[in-house]
Nanobody, 114 residues
Framework: QVQLVESGGGLVQAGGSLRLSCAAS????????MGWYRQAPGKQRVVVAL???????NYADSVKGRFTISRDNAKNTVYLQMNSLKPEDTAVYYC????????WGQGTQVTVSS
């Protein structure tokens, strides 16, 4: 049974930083793509960043140069370092295991004040 637990969200002023973590259990972490997604109020959930099992990362244009995704396969954890945060980054952030499965965390709220 796969479980994903996010942490690290909160309230931060524009220009600030946060680091999100997602701890996975269930034995599938190391061989799968991991992703961070976000959903703002009234909007669809969109991908923020993806990282392959080997560590290759891809980012949405809106966060390139500001966010960094990383993973620690020994700890079954994926991270999202978010710098230079903007009010438009405000959303619930979710981690996801794989691209073909429906394994999601419960989400963590990130609020950026102007």
């Amino acid at each position: 049974q796969v479980q994903l637990v996010e942490s690290g969200g909160g309230l931060v002023q524009a220009g600030g930083s946060l680091r999100l973590s997602c701890a996975a259990s269930g034995g599938m972490f190391s061989r799968n793509v991991m992703g961070w997604y976000r959903q703002a109020p009234g909007k669809q959930r969109v991908v923020v960043a993806l990282i392959t099992s080997g560590g290759t990362a891809n980012y949405a244009d809106s966060v390139k140069g500001r966010f960094t995704i990383s993973r620690d396969n020994a700890k079954n954890t994926v991270y999202l370092q978010m710098n230079s945060l903007k009010p438009e980054d405000t959303a619930v952030y979710y981690c996801r295991l794989g691209l073909e499965y429906d394994y999601w965390g419960q989400g963590t709220q990130v609020t950026v004040s102007s």
